[in-house]
């Protein structure tokens, strides 16, 4: 396979885009990560989108020919890919694909999701879960993951102080990112006195319902040469996926994500480190306990310590002896527009490894030159990971 | 939204699941395939006793617009004696229930169809009495 | 890139399957698949999956989950893509670029749509067009490929006549194939005069509405080996694609599919022929006009022409001097399951190629080995083309 | 299903298009991207006439379910004459149009959105009296 490498991103702001519709935004994506890249329109040879659910937030499917059509670049191939919340990651995988075949040297990869413009979004979002042996009975998406954190309190003792300091560092986080939805600080207590959404989960441990879209270059890394200097490309060392039964219910343990251990330990072997070699991470915290249960089974902590390692603030920005996790504020502050989030992760660490000017109040130390994303589907039937590096100590 | 659901009667209102006769595994909801013995599988309908304990559980405050009239209600997770787990509201107060509580399955309405006006129901799970 | 080739294919029957669910069909696909292809459920590397619409269809998004669950193949890889009535193919295409890059070996790739479990298909089906410019203001999807035959009459005199020989022998050859959703014959009277759908198409003139599920097994040439005898190989040479405006009205002429000559142009050359070459065809019918212009737009007659060599039948199985049309019966009498249909199409060339026992009654005469399928999406917002080879003449 | 539409009133109500001013050309619903200048395009609202001809048409018998109160009823591609082509109902009889009759924009009711009972608007075409 060949090599290939980001060469450009671009995103709107997330949050509630009332005066953007959904060709609105995917366009003005695309154009910034076309213009990042250096390159033109002509020099696209596909493009691949992840989307989740067009056909509920906006009543379109065959979102990929509209896409095409409204960024003026037919008769390219467009392709559109779909695994609920993971959408925009295995896009990137599919497009990542296409290139180290051979078959394209230069893709567009965007994800993108409208979800304000329908009047039921709890609806449309529980069809990422089992609709006839979930939703039908009650059971929404946030309270899959209260039944998780349940559990997990459970079994290894986590408290909702533990649990509640992830998203006061996320607010943290993403109050010194401008793309991002929410841009203020929280407490301790703020988060756990929040209207509850399904307890234990209040709203403060919950990722809102946004609009928003993100796009990357992605090129073979000869090509890449004629549009951008070599600093500035940032590998692709693994793009790994596994899925895991849709059901909550029906797996053995529902306090670990056993597609995340798999889809994680493939990318490690496929990139040749360990954990320890990651400088930066943005893992899937659309409910603060997936964060925590990420960073165990990504292999950054041991099972069960998670809420330790998140009580005392390791993952901040500042603290210099373990992985910096969601610089960008992940889900819970940036925005979780669900196709475009696995684009938005992949474009915080390309950004992240380049040093680029975009993430200058948030810029995480770089020490290996290696960022990791996980990206979760669902309740964890699918998990993307993708291995970055700036390529600087090789 | 109106999609046929008559296919799962036999599941939803008799809580009927299926047994791998080769590793004795049992899975509900129903399963064409084993997942563990695949080819060498052999599968049968297997009746459920609807008696478990609640593995783990929510209260939904922010539910879809078909239960809004039921909202705060119990999510759970119960575990079947015979082994499988099931998602089923628990027909309690939501300050009764906790991890281990032992439920046993009733049939209930579980909801109406706003568009069409059709009913649906299934089973929930109640506290076990004279526990 | 690495010599891909398929080794084994199953499909459900097409039709109202109202006794199975979504998930039974495209599991007994699988299986079928797996077993055609003599490999092991453990010997497979990932799993693609082609459907339109499983939000609007049956309530359910992230149905790859769903599918690796049931299927019993967690914690595989496995990606739903989505491009309205082209999905299948570009699922394969999808598998075929990560086959050839080397990523994976062995892929299962499925198709599956499950349509009549819902009231209103026709809304479900035309967010495949233009929601808001075109299906908003009424213009249903017969009506729009509608609108492709009135114009493609005014300016080529195809008379209804001809127009209706496309369905007389679509039944004719449909009859002969056990999958099929209709087995019956049908003449040019019945056609003409069934009831109008959108004028000037008849109810004879458009596919049904169907569920049905279909897979193949796609695989590295030098691991085939492992598995079936070389001579029982089909070499995927070609798979191409390419997008058009979503609104049939944005498009300088609506009696081509633009996408379908460029994705067949860049198909041929990939492969290394000239459409001559071709001895077997599965172009898509969704309504007859489009069988029509594809006969013209994959090159094998002249603009304007295909209504003559239709009425005189040169499609047949038995006429030996032109390519043979859509032996299965096509979208018309086989049926069209939206997402299974691309995948279906390619089977049939499969067994074509391979002299296969299913095709048994109606066998088309292979001189060169070559085939072909063409899968359109909306009303040419998308078109993928899968040049297949039985590789006896190279 | 109820999206939000009050973005399109421009379009839907004045008929307003977007206007090319390197190239000319003229688009119809409006864009942000001129697919033949691209980063070269400069784009302006354009208002159009609202004359035009019937490019193509059917008469659709089998309609969505919220027209079908209408059906048989009238679509086409209309040719308007600054350029661009749209889809539209004409009003008229069935067994009046043909390619190239001569229609002038109006605007009326489309349909009600049957859950929320919500009324959308938008432009119809109708033939150009007194030809
Ligand atoms: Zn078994
Ligand atoms: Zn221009």
């Given at each position: 396979m060949r090599d290939v490498v980001i060469i450009g991103y671009?995103?709107?702001?997330?949050?509630?885009?009332?005066?953007?519709?959904?060709?609105?935004?995917?366009?003005?994506?695309?154009?910034?990560?076309?213009?990042?890249?250096?390159?033109?329109?002509?020099d696209l040879d596909a493009i691949y989108v992840g989307n989740m659910s067009g056909g509920l937030f906006i009543g379109q499917e065959h979102i990929s020919s509209l896409i095409a059509d409204y960024a003026g670049l037919t008769p390219l191939p467009c392709t559109r890919v779909e695994a609920a919340c993971a959408s925009g990651s295995l896009a990137l995988r599919s497009a990542y694909l296409s290139v180290a075949s051979g078959h394209h040297e230069v893709v567009l990869v965007g994800g993108v999701e409208k979800m304000t413009d329908v009047v039921d979004a709890t609806s449309a979002i529980a069809t990422a879960a089992d609709q006839e042996w979930e939703a039908f009975f009650g059971a929404t998406f946030p309270s899959l993951y209260a039944m998780m954190a349940r559990r997990y309190m459970y079994q290894y003792g986590l408290t909702l102080e533990e649990l509640s300091m992830w998203s006061v560092i996320a607010h943290d986080h993403g109050y010194r990112n401008p793309y991002a939805q929410f841009r203020f600080?929280?407490?301790?207590?703020?988060?756990?006195?929040?209207?509850?959404?399904?307890?234990?989960?209040?709203l403060m441990h919950c990722s809102p319902v946004s609009d928003g879209a993100a796009a990357l270059i992605v090129c073979d890394a000869e090509r890449a040469k004629e549009f951008v200097p070599k600093e500035e490309m940032i590998?692709?060392?693994?793009?790994?996926?596994?899925?895991?039964?849709?059901?909550?219910?029906?797996?053995?343990?529902?306090?670990?994500?056993?597609?995340?251990?798999?889809?994680?330990?493939?990318?490690?072997?496929?990139?040749?480190?360990?954990?320890?070699?990651?400088?930066?991470?943005?893992?899937?915290?659309?409910?603060?306990?997936?964060g925590l249960i990420l960073l165990e089974d990504l292999g950054f902590?041991?099972?069960?310590?998670?809420?330790k390692v998140v009580a005392q603030e390791k993952i901040r920005i500042e603290c210099e002896d373990f992985v910096t996790v969601n610089p960008s504020?992940?889900?819970?502050?940036?925005?979780?527009?669900?196709g475009a989030t696995g684009i938005r992760q992949v474009g915080e660490i390309y950004w992240q490894l380049k040093g680029d000017k975009n993430c200058k109040d948030r810029q995480a130390v770089i020490k290996h030159g290696y960022g990791i994303t996980a990206n979760v589907g669902g309740s964890g039937g699918t998990v993307c990971i993708h291995v970055l590096s700036n390529n600087r100590n090789r | 939204?109106?999609?046929?659901?008559?296919?799962?009667?036999?599941?939803?209102?008799?809580?009927?699941?299926?047994?791998?006769?080769?590793?004795g595994r049992i899975f509900f909801p129903s399963r064409n395939i084993c997942p563990y013995?695949?080819?060498?599988?052999?599968?049968?309908?297997?009746?459920?006793?609807?008696?478990?304990?609640?593995?783990s559980y929510s209260v939904v405050h922010v539910p879809p617009k078909e239960l809004e009239m039921i909202a705060p209600y119990v999510i759970a997770i119960v575990e079947l004696e015979e082994g499988p787990r099931i998602t089923t509201q628990i027909d309690c107060k939501p300050e009764e229930v906790y991890i281990g509580m032992p439920v046993e399955v009733v049939f209930r309405r579980i909801k109406e169809d706003g568009e069409e006006g059709i009913i649906h129901y299934g089973y929930k799970f109640k506290p076990v009495e004279n526990q």
């Open positions: 671009g995103q709107t702001k997330f949050g509630e885009l009332w005066e953007s519709s959904f060709r609105d935004i995917i366009v003005e994506a695309g154009v910034k990560a076309i213009e990042d890249a250096n390159i033109d329109g002509k600080r929280t407490t301790l207590e703020q988060v756990m006195k929040a209207p509850p959404v399904a307890e234990p989960l209040t590998y692709i060392r693994a793009s790994t996926q596994a899925s895991d039964t849709i059901s909550l219910h029906s797996r053995e343990s529902i306090t670990t994500l056993k597609a995340a251990k798999v889809a994680s330990e493939k990318a490690y072997k496929m990139a040749g480190i360990t954990p320890d070699k990651i400088d930066v991470a943005e893992v899937h915290d659309c409910f603060a306990i997936n902590c041991k099972k069960g310590e998670a809420g504020g992940g889900l819970k502050a940036a925005g979780h527009a669900l | 939204m109106v999609v046929r659901s008559w296919r799962h009667i036999k599941e939803r209102y008799c809580l009927i699941g299926t047994r791998c006769k080769t590793c013995c695949r080819r060498r599988g052999e599968l049968e309908d297997y009746k459920l006793s609807g008696r478990g304990k609640v593995y």
